[in-house]
């Protein structure tokens, strides 16, 4: 056995009382605070999320992976804080809803890795009430507390009252009220392309966060178990993922096309390792630019997107369609995630109402709702065991064709999102996360599954 040797590193989980109090923003702010200090920073999310981690890519320059106690599993989390830390003075982890929230919550996996909690509060409605919020957070669970980050502060003297609220909590920080916030749109925040000034307006937010840099620096690091013989950091978070000895070459000499625009872009880098580690070769190409799939693809993999805010392009998409039906009567593997499905059905009607043509691989047709239609963790039963992930989108399929299984919610074990094959087409709302099953993940990718 292989004595572990240790690294440290700065770390805190950035949460609050809920969504919507600011997290990612103060998360962001932080993140480019420290760069633009010349500190190296990693950043993870808590729970399954495609949109927050672009962002926090973008803010602190490094690849933002997933944090989860179920869908990533303990080991995996613990694997990737150990190789950050070797890489990083600071990590950041920002929380998903609110702290006590989901199970796992976001206090769980504090506790389980000993991070301490960063409490963002929105204090622009309240004064003094901010330190009963912030020591009930504390007290609940309880959980180690670091301090206090407080969102859309008006004046100083809305700053003192905070502080002095908080009794024996330290304030670390306030960031004021926002003349412009991070956009948004229905599935969360805007992506940071689609954004022309996203990089002066996490500047200004860097800017604009007062920061207590002697409480920072006096918070002791954390010490992470990192193996002797651990690989080079250009490979760690490949091999943290890699698949068990018997599933490491079951996708040998296979191309596998991966759609990747801005209508497909939902997708875990870690899906991306786990692919590599059973032998595949990834092949890049864009549905928005009319790309076809490559003559050398084995499989393809539609992840989800935004296929909604792109449906004309898409429906105007006439070499890439074609391909796509050509690949599926060929008997090719097609597996289609949420936006991958939806622009695989016979139409897709946007927001506005407008009804567009798509590739129609799957008969049906896809409606965007007001409301949304689905949303956490599920695991899809396989013969190679469960294949865990999640589900979150605003749209509706309706289709003839009958599901051939259905994956299952956590924690309540009701049923949840179907997924359908038709032909060589597997398609679902469900994002499966490939490293909690790789041998099923190969699975997908073969003609037998298929």
Known sequence: MVSPHYVEARAVLVSAIASGQGKTSVTAALARKLVRQGQRVRVFKCGPDFIDPIILERASGASVRSLDLWMVGEELCRSQLAQAAAEADVLLLEGVMGLYDGTPSSADLSRAFGVPVMAVIDAGAMAQTAGAVVQGLRDYGPVQLAGVIANRVASEGHARMVTTS????????TLPKQARSLPERHLGLMLPDDVSDIDTLLDQLAEQLVFDQQAWDAMPPLRFALPASAPSSASVSVCAAAPQPAAQHLLAGRTIA?????????IYPHNLDTLRELGATLKFFSPLANQPVPAEADAVYLPGGYPELHAQTLAQASTWQASMRATHAAGLPIVAECGGMMALAETLTDQAGVRWPMAALLPGAVSMRARLSGLGLQALPTA??????????????????????????????QQGEAWYRHGSLTASYFHAYFPSNPAATAALFTRSAA
Do not use: N
Not at 166 to 173: K, T
Not at 258 to 266: E, G, I, L, P, S
């Open 166 to 173: 908080l009794r024996d909590i330290p304030l670390f920080g």
């Open 258 to 266: 991966v759609a990747r625009d801005q209508a497909f872009m939902f």
């Open 384 to 413: 190679q065991g469960e294949l865990r992930g999640h589900t979150f989108h605003y749209s509706q399929l309706e289709t003839v064709v009958v599901p051939a299984a259905h994956t299952i919610k956590h924690p309540s074990g």
